[in-house]
C-alpha cells in the first residue's frame, strides 16, 4: 500500500510540474520574439533579406486597389477565419457520424479471482456509437454552422470594402497633399520674383526698406508653409503604403489627379442598394438565422437522447470462461435512451439565454438598418454640399487669378501697393487650396456614398498593365495573398 501510495504522489507532481510557467520565462521568449523581428526588419530595409514587396514606378487608384487586396495584412487576417468557419462545419457534421472508441486495460490482481489463476488481466474494447435522435439538434447544429460560415463571408466582404474604402481614401490623401504642395511652392516663386522685384526697386529708390523686408518676410513665410505641406504629403505616402501592405521603402508616383466628376444621386435608389448590399446588414440578417437554430439546439435538452451501439471485447483470461487464461471475444448490440426528467432546469436556463440571443439579433438588425440609412443619407448630403464648394471655388478660382493679375500690372505701374500685391496673392493662394478641398471632398463624399451601399465590395478593380507599378519581390520566403 506505501508503494502505490508513492507512485500515486510521484505521478500526481510530475503532473504539477509539467504545468508550471512563470511570467519572467513566458516575457523573456517573447522578447526574443520581437528582437528577432526587429532583425528580420532591419535584413529587409538593407535589402539583405527578404521583407515586403517594395514598388517602384507609377501607381494609378485601381493598381493600388489591387496591390492592397493582395498585401493588406488585415484582410489576410479575416481570410483565415474562412478555415475556422469550414472546421465549425465538419465539427457539426461529426454529431451525426457514428464515433469509434477503442478502450484498454491492464490489471495486475494480488490475487487471483475465483475459478482462475490469472493474476494479469488484458481487455481491448471497441465502442461503435451511431446517434439516432438528438431532440433536433444535430440538424440545428449543422444549419447553424453553415450560416456561421456564411457570416464569415460576409465579414470578409466588409473587410474588403474597408480595405478599398481606406486605399482609395488614402490616395485622395496623397493627391491632395501634392496638389497642396504645388499651390505653395507656385506661391514660393511668385513670392521671390516679387522680392526680386522689391530689392529692384530699391536699388531705384522708388520703395523704401519696409517694403523689401515685408517681400522677404513673405517668402519664409511661404517657405514655412510648404515644409509643413511637404511634411502632410509624405505622412500621407506613408499612410497609403501601410494600407497597401507593402515596403516603406517603396519608392512610387501617383499618376491621378484630383478631378471633379459630378455623379447623379438619388436617396430611395441609394438606400435600397443599402439594404440589399451592405455587408453589416446580411451579417446581421445571417445572425438572426443562426440565434434561431440556437433556440432550437437549446430546446433539444428537453427531448430524450437515442443511441444505437456495438462493443467488440478482446480479453484475457476468457471473457465467458474464466478458467481459460488465453485471448477470445465478446461482443453486444442494444440502442440506449437517455431523458434528463429534471435537470435542474438547466435546460430552461439554456432555452431563455438563446431566446434573449435572438431578440438581440433583431434588434441589432434593425439597428444596421437604422445606420445603413444614417451613413447613406450623410454621404448625400456630403456629397450635395461638396457640389455646390466646386462650383463656388471653380468660379473664385478664375477670380483670384485676374485679381493677382490685375494687382501685378498696378504694383508695376506703381499705382497698388506692396500690401495690395501681397492680398492678391494670398487671396489666389487661399483660392486654390480650397477649391483643391473642394473637389477632395466631393470624391471623398461619392467614396462614402459607395461604401454606405455596399457596392465597394462588389467592384473589383481592373489596372491596366502600364499603370502597375514595377514590383520587388522579398527575397526570403512570403506567402501569398489568400494562401
Known amino acids: 500500500m506505501r508503494r502505490t501510495c508513492t507512485y500515486l504522489v510521484l505521478l500526481v507532481a510530475a503532473s504539477l510540474l509539467a504545468g508550471c510557467i512563470s511570467r519572467d520565462e513566458v516575457y523573456e521568449d517573447i522578447y526574443r520574439n520581437r528582437k528577432l523581428a526587429y532583425e528580420q526588419w532591419k535584413l529587409a530595409k538593407d535589402g539583405k533579406e527578404g521583407g515586403q514587396v517594395v514598388l517602384h514606378g507609377e501607381l494609378d487608384m485601381a493598381s493600388s486597389v489591387l496591390l492592397a487586396m493582395g498585401n493588406n495584412k488585415q484582410l489576410m487576417a479575416t481570410l483565415a477565419d474562412k478555415e475556422k468557419a469550414r472546421g465549425r462545419i465538419t465539427e457539426a457534421y461529426s454529431e451525426a457520424l457514428p464515433k469509434l472508441d477503442l478502450n484498454s486495460s491492464y490489471t495486475r490482481l494480488d490475487v487471483p479471482t475465483a475459478g482462475t489463476t490469472a493474476r494479469n488481466n488484458y481487455a481491448v474494447t471497441f465502442v461503435l456509437t451511431q446517434p439516432i435522435f438528438r431532440g433536433g439538434a444535430i440538424g440545428a447544429g449543422i444549419r447553424g454552422a453553415k450560416l456561421f460560415a456564411y457570416t464569415t463571408d460576409e465579414d470578409v466582404a466588409a473587410t474588403v470594402q474597408d480595405v478599398v474604402y481606406r486605399t482609395r481614401q488614402g490616395y485622395y490623401d496623397v493627391l491632395l497633399a501634392r496638389e497642396l504642395v504645388k499651390v505653395s511652392e507656385g506661391d514660393l516663386v511668385l513670392a521671390k520674383a516679387h522680392l526680386e522685384d522689391v530689392q529692384k526697386k530699391k536699388a531705384a529708390g522708388v520703395v523704401s526698406e519696409y517694403d523689401v523686408l515685408r517681400a522677404q518676410v513673405e517668402v519664409s513665410n511661404v517657405e514655412a508653409q510648404l515644409i509643413e505641406r511637404q511634411n502632410s504629403l509624405h505622412l500621407s505616402l506613408t499612410s497609403l503604403l501601410k494600407t497597401l501592405g507593402v515596403s516603406q521603402e517603396s519608392q512610387v508616383t501617383l499618376t491621378g489627379n484630383l478631378e471633379y466628376e459630378p455623379v ?108 445603413a440609412l444614417l451613413d447613406v443619407k450623410q454621404a448625400l448630403f456630403s456629397l450635395e454640399d461638396a457640389d455646390k464648394f466646386v462650383n463656388s471655388q471653380d468660379k473664385n478660382l478664375d477670380r483670384a487669378h485676374e485679381g493677382v493679375r490685375l494687382a501685378k500690372a498696378g504694383y508695376d505701374a506703381g499705382v497698388n501697393t506692396e500690401l495690395e500685391m501681397l492680398d492678391a496673392r494670398q487671396a489666389l493662394s487661399q483660392t486654390q487650396a480650397l477649391y483643391y478641398q473642394a473637389v477632395y471632398r466631393h470624391e471623398t463624399a461619392k467614396l462614402a456614398l459607395e461604401r454606405a451601399t455596399g457596392v465597394l465590395k462588389n467592384q473589383p478593380p481592373v489596372a491596366p498593365a502600364a499603370a502597375m507599378p514595377m514590383v520587388e519581390e522579398p527575397a526570403g520566403e512570403t506567402p501569398a495573398a489568400g494562401e
Open 264 to 371: 447623379p444621386y438619388s436617396l430611395d435608389q441609394a438606400v435600397e442598394t443599402a439594404f440589399l448590399e451592405r455587408p453589416e446588414i446580411i451579417r446581421a440578417e445571417l445572425s438572426v438565422r443562426l440565434n434561431s437554430e440556437g433556440v432550437v439546439q437549446a430546446r433539444s435538452g428537453f427531448f430524450p437522447r437515442v443511441d444505437a451501439s456495438v462493443t467488440e471485447t478482446n480479453e484475457r483470461p476468457h471473457p465467458r470462461i474464466a478458467a481459460r487464461d488465453h485471448w477470445d471475444q465478446a461482443w453486444s448490440a442494444g440502442v440506449s435512451m437517455t431523458w434528463p426528467v429534471f435537470d435542474g432546469l438547466a435546460t430552461w436556463g439554456r432555452v431563455q439565454q438563446a431566446k434573449a440571443a435572438l431578440k438581440r439579433s433583431v434588434i441589432e438588425l434593425a439597428d444596421a438598418e437604422e445606420q
